[in-house]
Each structure stands twice: as C-alpha cells, then as structure tokens.
C-alpha cells in the first residue's frame, strides 16, 4: 500500500473495510477537533476574532499531527478526497479504493461536526450561515489546497514521507493566517462545517464553489509534482 502520509508501501495492504473505518475515524476527530476548538474558542474569547483564530489554529495544527500519526499507519491519513484523488493519480491507490474512500472522509467529517455541537451542548445540526465565498476566498482555496499537495507528495517522493505527520499540521496551522479562506483545502471538511453555525462554520451555498476550487487546488499541485519531481519515486 502507497501511504500519502504514512511512508513506503508495506508488503502487504490492510483490507479495505480497516482503510475505511480509519478514513472515517480520522475525517471524524478532524471535524470534531476543528469544529470544537473553534466552539471553544468562542466561547473563552468571546469578541476576540483574532485570539479566537489563534487558539482555533494551534488547536487543529497540533491535533492533525496526531491524528495523522493515529490513522496513518492503516489508511494512509488522507482524509480528504482530493488527496485521496492524487494519491490514485499517482498509481499509490487503486481507482476502486480511492471510490470507496471519498464517502468514508465525508461521512466522517460530517459525524465530527455533529460530535463537536453535542460535546458543547449545542443542538447536534445548525446550519451555517457564514458566508465566504467571496473571489478572493476562493482564489485561497486553490492556493492552500495546491500547497498540501505538493508538500505532502514532494515528501513521499523524497523519501522523508515520515516527516509528513509534522508538517501538514505546520502548513495547516500556518495556513489559517496565510489564506483568506483559513484554508479548509478539503471538500469533506467543507461539508461537514456546513453543519455548525459556529465560529469554524461554512454555509451551504459556499460550500460548492470552496469544493470546486478545491479540486483546481488540487490539479495544479499535482501539476507541480510533475514538473519538480519528475524523475522521483512515488514508490511505484
């Protein structure tokens, strides 16, 4: 099995079923831990917008690096569908798994969303309203989500794939400031977000166009990963 984020492909593959409830299980504490350390941010620093993304940030930066390290190991950590996408591009994931591991990811972001508004006393859906599919919001999405790919293949294609753990939860922690968006550079998280009128919420109507330029995102990092790292191993 090619891992993403979890090194050089063991000999034998886990069966598809374990994949799958570490995808879910993974998309679950990731939506569970944005969703959640947002609530709690505004609830401790109420008017605080900038303190609030703050703790919002650290939160997640440090909690992906576990979750990566947690999962990684059986799935790959993908935990989103357009890692997911390259990764079968790249011949590190059969087309038919990478199928089957997009509904995975998205249940599981939506059941941490909803996991994080119960553990806050919430009711279990409210729908965004947060407005942010503005040009310039998107224009964000396709830079944060094109930067995850190429940092996550340029390591599995260097050899240092085991450094991947760290440095997604850096460049996603770093991404909140650097992107107008707060670089959710996943279409599965965007879904599950929709279901939290929260800090960290996203509404439906944004929730398509932040998909779509996802998924550009994602095209020009593979794109770059060709053009950088042409002679490379993927572990192929």
């Known amino acids: 099995m090619t891992n993403a984020l979890a090194g050089h492909p063991p000999l034998v593959r886990p069966p598809l079923a374990r994949r799958l409830l570490a995808e879910a299980l993974g998309s679950l504490l990731l939506a569970a831990l944005v969703v959640g350390s947002g609530i709690a941010a505004q609830q401790l620093s109420p008017g605080q917008v900038g303190l609030q993304l703050v703790e919002n940030a650290a939160a997640t930066a440090a909690g992906l690096y576990a979750i990566i390290l947690m999962v990684g190991p059986v799935s790959g950590a993908h935990l989103n569908p357009v890692v997911t996408a390259v990764d079968a591009a790249f011949g590190g994931l ?88 707060t670089s959710f550079a996943n279409p599965a998280i965007s879904l599950g977000r929709m279901l939290s009128d929260t800090f960290a919420g996203i509404a439906p109507a944004s929730v398509p166009p932040f998909a779509a330029a996802q998924v550009v995102g994602g095209l020009v990092g593979y794109c770059l990963v060709r053009v950088l790292y042409p002679l490379a191993s993927a572990g192929r």
């Open 94 to 181: 059969p087309w038919r798994d990478a199928a089957a591991y997009l509904p995975a990811q998205a249940a599981g972001c939506c059941g941490g969303a909803i996991l994080a508004n119960l553990m806050f006393d919430g009711p279990a859906v409210s729908i965004s309203t947060h407005h942010r599919a503005s040009g310039a919001h998107l224009l964000a999405e396709v830079v944060a989500t094109a930067g995850l790919i190429l940092l996550i293949f340029s390591l599995t294609r260097t050899a240092r794939a085991e450094r991947a753990p760290a440095a997604v939860g850096a460049y996603i922690g770093a991404a909140y400031w650097f992107t107008s968006s």
